[in-house]
T-cell receptor, first 112, second 121 residues
Framework: GNSVTQMEGPVTLSEEAFLTINCTYTATGYPSLFWYVQYPGEGLQLLLKATKADDKGSNKGFEATYRKETTSFHLEKGSVQVSDSAVYFCALRNQAGTALIFGKGTTLSVSS | NAGVTQTPKFQVLKTGQSMTLQCAQDMNHEYMSWYRQDPGMGLRLIHYSVGAGITDQGEVPNGYNVSRSTTEDFPLRLLSAAPSQTSVYFC????????????????????FGPGTRLTVL
């Protein structure tokens, strides 16, 4: 079945540090992949997406590349800010398009 | 546009009580869904709908009912609340995914509501 595995948190970084949050998936076919972000007390917002192999999604300085050969979609940012502190979820959409399958989430805490 | 709205924001119930969580969207989205978020579990799909009059079960449907009488509204009913239903509930909506060859953000992004935090004592 479909599943998403992302690195356990929390991840604690200093401002301007490099961020990587690992995400791997198991799925039939070629699912679309997403990163969502949840700021404290809020709902989820789409951060970036990729719909086919080798696609790179990017937004707000975050990037992730759809790697079919390693079934991965790791999230990276070159220089994090305090305002990036949030919970990050990796997700895939099932082939029927009827559901998002989420990872368990990774909490990022950035200090100044 | 208000986007996806949910009411109430917080609710406390006693075991055995029933209640309805409300969800509405004003984006004319065909697809609507309910997820629950539990610590260390991510989000899990409860029920979803691909249009008015059409609903289906997700990963964790037991103890919940849904209906979709209009495009805009997708209420979630707890028939007899249990402590295991203590969670944060999110409603989401999107245009319906049309499959291969479809491009554009409108066919990919799910919009989430702000959530309802439910405690069952």
């Amino acid at each position: 079945g479909n599943s998403v595995t992302q690195m356990e948190g929390p991840v604690t970084l200093s401002e301007e540090a490099f961020l990587t949050i690992n995400c791997t998936y198991t799925a039939t076919g070629y699912p679309s992949l997403f990163w969502y972000v949840q700021y404290p007390g809020e709902g989820l917002q789409l951060l970036l997406k990729a719909t086919k192999a080798d696609d790179k999604g990017s937004n707000k300085g975050f990037e992730a590349t759809y790697r079919k050969e390693t079934t991965s979609f790791h999230l990276e940012k070159g220089s994090v800010q305090v305002s990036d502190s949030a919970v990050y979820f990796c997700a895939l959409r099932n082939q029927a398009g009827t559901a998002l399958i989420f990872g368990k989430g990774t909490t990022l805490s950035v200090s100044s | 546009n208000a986007g996806v709205t949910q009411t109430p924001k917080f609710q406390v119930l006693k075991t055995g009580q029933s209640m309805t969580l409300q969800c509405a969207q004003d984006m004319n989205h065909e697809y609507m869904s309910w997820y629950r978020q539990d610590p260390g579990m991510g989000l899990r799909l409860i029920h979803y709908s691909v249009g008015a009059g059409i609903t289906d079960q997700g990963e964790v449907p037991n103890g919940y009912n849904v209906s979709r009488s209009t495009t805009e509204d997708f209420p979630l009913r707890l028939l007899s609340a249990a402590p295991s239903q203590t969670s944060v509930y999110f409603c989401a909506s999107s245009y319906l995914f049309l499959g291969g060859g479809t491009t554009g953000k409108r066919y990919n992004e799910q919009f989430f509501g702000p959530g309802t935090r439910l405690t069952v004592l």
